[in-house]
């Protein structure tokens, strides 16, 4: 699975709930959940289906991850920052500010070359 997006931690998350299902049988573990790439960036749901992540790709070609949830009404709100449980299930509480900023640029980058 090459349009995986993969974390520091080694957790992964792919495009769609089926490619989670079959990766309980390839070697490298489970997926942690899904992504789906958006109009601002590329939204990251748990296994539950449940939006936690968002990396950040604007127009002003800034990359950056904010922790997200949804509301009861059913939009998404977006953090400033994230959270330290996401920053642990993420793999980012052992990355500095920069590195946090080159894995998002990167991961946007693997999106962006794997749709050419």
Do not use: W
């Not at 309980?24 to 489970?30: A, D, E, R, S």
């Not at 997926?31 to 936690?52: C, D, H, I």
């Not at 991850?65 to 052992?94: H, K, P, W």
């Amino acid at each position: 699975m090459t349009d995986r997006l993969t974390f520091p931690n080694g957790t992964y998350y792919v495009p769609k709930p089926r490619d989670v299902v079959n990766s309980l049988f390839i070697p490298g573990g489970t997926a942690s959940g899904t992504y789906r790439k958006g109009p601002g960036g590329v939204t990251l749901f748990n296994l539950q289906g449940e939006p936690f992540a968002f990396i950040v790709d604007n127009r002003q070609s800034d990359n950056f991850i904010v922790s997200c949830s949804r509301l009861e009404d059913g939009r998404v709100r977006y953090m400033f920052s994230t959270t330290n449980q996401d920053e642990r299930a993420l793999g980012l509480d052992q990355l500095g500010y920069m590195a946090e900023i080159e894995l998002a640029r990167r991961l946007i980058h693997q999106l962006k070359e794997a749709q050419q």
